[in-house]
């Protein structure tokens, strides 16, 4: 299995970025993106999420889309999983059918409850192909992650993951600050693993079967 973790999705096509990638995303590869970690506040029907996802008047569709048609893959070949419009079995098969599972940023915790409420997470567990995902969709593939306080999660706490990965914390859009710096050694004190952080929109981390392999800038505690 392939884990790319990044700090956003346009950076998948960044020069520094797609140098790397390009020896693992090829052309006749399909796409999933799994687009389940919106805010309830802002997406509250099928509407407001077309409005962000759809392809006709979304506004980040094109954004994620032509991220992937830059590696060769055609449109067709890249679904979006919609909360408010897949059943669980069109969303199964979208996952069983894909090269690639894209997680996508925003709420990890309430993209975790879709996954599960869409019972998914056994299926996305089997998946061994890639599984790509910018700041929540990085952390996510992690078993557990932290969330440094922020003006989503106003406090500190440990968050259950996809569990694709056990051996590593990850603090994204890393700018050593103070609060960032005080979650991380936190982790490091009560959890004896090592953190990596991605610095704002400018670090990944690429997992090879276990092999972790640090692009661009990435700091190690």
Avoid at 6 to 22: G, N, Q, R, T, Y
Avoid at 149 to 157: I, L
Avoid at 170 to 184: K, R
Wanted: hydrophobic content about 40%; overall charge negative; charged content about 25%.
């Amino acid at each position: 299995m392939i884990n790319i973790l990044l700090e956003s999705v346009f950076d998948i096509d960044a020069p520094w970025m797609s140098s790397e990638l390009k020896n693992y995303i090829k052309p006749y590869h399909s796409v999933a993106v799994v687009a389940f970690s919106f805010r309830d506040n802002r997406v509250k029907c099928l509407l407001d999420w077309d409005s962000f996802y759809g392809k006709e008047q979304g506004s980040f569709y094109h954004g994620i889309v032509d991220r992937f048609t830059h590696y060769g893959i055609q449109e067709k070949n890249i679904s979006f999983i919609n909360y408010f419009a897949d059943t669980k079995e069109s969303a199964t098969q979208k996952v069983k059918t894909a090269d690639i599972i894209y997680f996508l940023g925003g709420l990890p915790d309430k993209m975790l409850d879709r996954i599960m409420e869409f019972d998914l997470y056994d299926i996305l567990m089997q998946h061994d192909g890639i599984i790509m995902g910018d700041s929540a969709g990085a952390v996510i593939q992690l078993a557990e992650y932290h969330l440094a306080p922020d003006a989503d999660y106003p406090t500190f706490n440990y968050y259950k993951g996809l569990s694709y990965l056990d051996d590593f914390y990850l603090q994204v859009h890393y700018e050593n600050t103070p609060v960032q710096n005080e979650a991380i050694q936190r982790v490091l004190a009560e959890r004896g693993k090592r953190v990596y952080a991605t610095a704002f929109k400018k670090g990944a981390i690429l997992v090879d079967n276990g092999d972790i392999k640090l692009i661009g800038d990435v700091y190690s505690f």
